[in-house]
């Protein structure tokens, strides 16, 4: 028990330490050099005010406003081809709803480095830094909307298997709104582009290192109940005729709630998961992400959870937190969104969360945690270097 008090408040700590980190590299504007520039463009919010002290031309950072518009009507920007984003979304909605986690990861992914978001916003990180942190603005909440809407689904296929523990989704959930409310104000407009893409490959690294550790022997060490529910699960999934016994809560008073999944039983401290909530959500929308990857860890790791139940769970929590998350990017930050694509983008999700759900069963647990180590290794790795040193170690 007290080992298990160890490991909660050294995480929580180590994820405050962290955000402190982030929330310290937040600042800075540089000067805009001396130059004609562009006026207005027409374009909405404070992105549109920004623009018109760009300085015009066909170079990097510069507009030339007689230029094909492209990503939120700027002229010169990326033409995202929305097949692609179609097809992408779908990964986005599969790989969210199998593992519970990785959703906003790739959606990032996607919008930086598929569509080419990511090099165009660093364009302007001398001639135009106050455009190129509004465009890291909008990055970060489109990979919220896909993610948001892929929980939701998510969510709902999920309970209606009897894979969702929604009591720990609830208090996780309830503690993300503050946080969700206070980042987007706290640093909207404020966060360059190579800040974000390097912390955020930074994080998503460490967690990849953690759950790496989690697969070998020794992390599997005093995970019994997990495995033992894991196990019961699989088995009577390919039993023909039988059904795996779903979440049932037991006992729902608090702190602590108890519940069963396949007849194993399970609980969790209600406090500790509101905090939880509290510091993940913050990170989660600092990095402009739904927070599954570190949902995923907290539940499994801390909690003691198996994957099949982790993702359902986990898209519920994600859910809450995005949609207050969404509400104050725009609200209080600013945010453009690029509603033609993230119109495409979420029948995408759509499809690929309706898919994940039906599929997760027939994976083995230990693969579940795989997948997500071998990308957020990847991710982590490249992501990091390119932020911080200006080069990917990693093909991107």
């Not at 909530?277 to 913050?282: D, E, K, N, Q, S």
């Not at 809450?320 to 453009?336: D, E, P, Q, R």
């Not at 029948?347 to 997948?371: A, C, E, H, N």
Request: net charge positive; charged share 10%; with cysteine.
């Amino acid at each position: 028990m007290k080992k298990g008090r160890l490991l909660q408040t050294g995480t929580v700590l180590f994820l405050l330490t962290f955000l402190a980190c982030l929330l310290a590299g937040a600042g800075g504007v540089g000067a805009n050099p001396a130059a004609a520039t562009v006026g207005d463009l027409d374009l909405p919010g404070k992105l549109g005010q920004a623009i018109q002290e760009v300085p015009v031309g066909t170079g990097q950072g510069q507009i030339d406003p007689g230029a094909a518009k492209g990503f939120l009507g700027i002229p010169g920007a990326p033409q995202v081809n929305l097949i692609l984003a179609f097809l992408w979304a779908i990964w986005v909605g599969w790989i969210f709803s199998t593992v519970g986690a990785f959703g906003g990861i790739m959606a990032g992914v996607g919008h930086m480095t598929v569509f080419g978001l990511g090099p165009y916003a660093k364009t302007f990180k001398d001639t135009a830094p106050t455009v190129n942190k509004l465009l890291t603005d909008s990055i970060r909440v489109s990979n919220q909307f896909l993610v948001g809407l892929s929980a939701f689904v998510s969510s709902i296929n999920f309970y209606r298997m009897g894979r969702l523990v929604w009591p720990l989704g609830l208090a996780l959930g309830l503690g993300s709104i503050l946080s969700a409310i206070a980042i987007p104000w706290l640093t909207g407009g404020k966060v360059s582009f190579n800040q974000y893409q390097g912390w955020f490959g930074l994080f998503v690294l460490l967690v990849g290192c953690f759950l790496f550790y989690e697969t070998t022997p020794r992390g599997q060490a005093g995970k019994k109940s997990a495995k033992a529910a894991a196990q019961a699960f699989e088995a009577g999934v390919k039993e023909k005729g039988t059904q795996a016994s779903g979440v049932r809560v037991t006992k729902g008073g608090l702190p602590v709630v108890h519940f069963t999944f396949a007849g194993v039983e399970f609980k969790f401290n209600a406090v500790w998961a509101f905090l939880g909530g509290i510091v993940i959500a913050a990170l989660s929308s600092f990095l402009g992400v739904g927070g599954g990857f570190l949902y995923v860890p907290f539940m499994t790791s801390i909690v003691g959870l198996p994957m099949f139940i982790v993702a359902g769970t986990s898209a519920l929590t994600v859910f809450i937190s995005m949609v207050t998350s969404i509400t104050s990017y725009i609200s209080l930050a600013g945010a453009g969104i690029y509603w033609s694509l993230i119109g495409v983008e979420l029948v995408g999700v759509f499809v690929g969360s309706m898919i994940g759900p039906r599929t997760q069963k027939y994976i083995p647990d230990i693969w579940l945690k795989r997948l997500f180590v071998l990308l957020a290794v990847y991710v982590g790795i490249g992501y990091f270097s390119k932020g911080f040193f200006g080069q990917a170690w990693v093909p991107m």
